[in-house]
């Protein structure tokens, strides 16, 4: 919708966020790089899209009727989307999330009207470094808490509403704006956004290639050992092997990031293109930056940036 509009309710004001050329960062470099600013939605993240797509799809196919409560384990991205719209539409939503993530994301949460669970991180993890075994404690509690309440799950790891939120949205949006582009490359939670956008590029043209973008050190989705599973990359690099949304079909390759990689690019955002930002917007722009420098130079790359920076500051993203 054109943002002129008046929209009936916020939900309608998830989603066509605007597309950025990197051009100050790139004026050396030889080749493009396209930013979509998904932190423009009302939540500060593109996790607003797949809530709602979420939502929507249980209640269509009377998975979830007025009056039931929605629970969901969270880095805070995914449950202040559904927040969004469990207020919207009246539901309650209980958010789970380790204690190892960003104090904002729990207070956000809480002042849309959702219920925040805090789960303690594993005994050798630091705060702000969740791991796949903090993750496994969040996934058990969720479980709980849905039998407890018989609750629906909207479980962003198994719903295909997930990768089909940016399927029919991001993706289309992004090659609208671009006017086309030759690759992609996304930072793996869950994988839908990954999973959504790469089914779409490779239908319009499946020479655009996509890539994963892994902590360096847990990429256990492209096989290698996991050496630093406390990375401080939030909201994802889980060391998942396994994601039940993303075809290995569609990946033609993985690319790692180191944490400092991640936390100057998303520093370098902000100071050189004016664009605040999260670890993940960093390390998608340090993994473009090597394709850029790489196989794919005098190319057209396009990223996300997953979240705003203002849900980081209590972290030391932004210490100096």
Same mark, same amino acid.
């Given at each position: 919708m ?27 470099l030889? !080749?493009h790089?396209?930013?979509?600013l ?10 607003d899209r797949?809530?709602?797509q ?6 269509? /196919?009377?998975?979830?009727r ?9 880095? +805070?991205n995914?449950?202040t989307?559904?927040a ?5 539409? *009246? ?10 993530n960003?104090?904002e $994301?729990?207070r956000?949460m809480?002042?849309? +009207?959702?219920? &925040?669970v ?11 470094e &969740?791991?796949g075994a ?10 709980e808490?849905?039998?407890?309440? $018989? ?8 719903? =295909? +509403?997930?990768?089909?939120a ?7 949006e ?5 006017? %086309? ?7 793996? *939670?869950? %994988? ?17 290639q996509?890539?994963?973008? /892994? =902590?360096? %050190?847990a990429?256990?989705f492209?096989? /290698?050992?996991?050496? $630093? ?5 939030? !909201? ?13 079909a569609?990946?033609? +390759? ?6 400092a ?5 998303a520093r ?15 390390a ?5 930056l ?7 130079? *005098? ?6 940036l =997953? ?12 210490? $100096?």
């Open positions: 054109p943002h002129e509009t008046l929209y009936p309710s916020v939900l309608d004001a998830i989603g066509n966020t605007p597309m950025v050329e990197l051009s100050r960062i790139t004026g050396d030889d !080749g790089i396209f930013a979509k998904e932190f423009i939605n009302p939540g500060y993240s593109k996790k797949i809530a709602r979420m939502i929507e799809e249980a209640e269509a /196919e009377g998975a979830l007025p009056g039931d409560t929605v629970v969901e384990l969270t880095s +805070g995914t449950g989307g559904l969004i719209v469990c207020a919207v539409k *009246g539901y309650h939503f209980v958010a789970v999330m380790s204690r190892g960003s104090s $994301r729990a956000m809480a002042a849309l +009207g959702a219920e &925040v805090l789960v303690d991180q594993c005994p050798d993890s630091t705060p702000g &969740v791991s903090d993750l496994a404690r969040v996934e058990a509690k969720a479980q808490i849905v039998r407890q309440r $018989r609750a629906f799950r909207a479980d962003q790891f198994q719903l =295909p +509403g997930n990768s089909r940016h399927y029919r949205h991001t993706a289309p992004i090659m609208r704006q671009a006017g %086309g582009i030759d690759a992609f490359c996304d930072f793996i *939670g869950s %994988g839908g956004s990954f999973a959504g956008c790469a089914r779409y590029f490779k239908e319009c043209d499946p020479a655009i996509c890539y994963i973008v /892994e =902590p360096a %050190g990429a256990a492209a096989a /290698e050992a996991v050496t $630093r599973p406390n990375h401080r990359i939030q !909201g994802g690099g889980y060391a998942m092997a396994d994601l039940a949304l993303v075809d290995r569609r990946v033609d +390759g993985c690319l790692g990031v180191s944490d990689d991640a936390i100057k690019m370098r955002l902000a100071r050189e293109e004016g664009l605040f930002a999260g670890y993940s917007s960093g998608n722009l340090a993994a473009a090597q394709l850029l420098q790489g196989a794919h130079q *005098g190319e057209r790359i396009a990223i996300l =997953p979240d705003s920076g203002l849900k980081y500051l209590s972290t030391d993203l932004w210490s $100096r």
